[in-house]
């Protein structure tokens, strides 16, 4: 299963790694599911993590699974097979 994750959902799982937005970097980590993003999101979520919370930044690299598929890359969008 792929999950597109926006933004908040990465400013939340870098601001709180332990809460539900972290569990799912731990179950993509056990390769249950894959996340895609877009660079975008990406971009806003490290914005608004400088802006908000800069020592929660360093948090963002440290997340399991830090290799998100984004939606430019083949395979993230569209297709069912799982992400490697």
Same mark, same amino acid.
């Given at each position: 299963?792929?999950?597109?994750?926006? $933004?908040?959902?990465?400013? &939340?799982?870098? +601001?709180?790694?332990?809460? =539900?937005?972290?569990? #799912?970097?731990?179950? %993509?980590?056990?390769? $249950?599911?894959?996340?895609? &993003?877009?660079? +975008?999101?990406?971009?806003? =979520?490290?914005?608004? #993590?400088?802006?908000? %919370?800069?020592?929660k930044?360093?948090t963002?690299?440290?997340?399991?699974?830090?290799?998100?598929?984004?939606?430019a890359?083949?395979?993230?969008?569209?297709?069912?097979?799982?992400?490697?």
């Amino acid at each position: 299963m792929k999950l597109f994750l926006d $933004a908040n959902i990465i400013f &939340t799982a870098a +601001y709180t790694p332990q809460g =539900a937005s972290g569990f #799912l970097f731990s179950i %993509a980590e056990a390769g $249950a599911i894959t996340l895609c &993003t877009s660079l +975008y999101a990406l971009d806003e =979520a490290k914005r608004n #993590l400088a802006l908000k %919370a800069v020592k929660k930044l360093l948090t963002m690299g440290a997340l399991p699974n830090n290799r998100f598929r984004t939606a430019a890359r083949e395979g993230c969008m569209g297709s069912s097979s799982s992400a490697s």
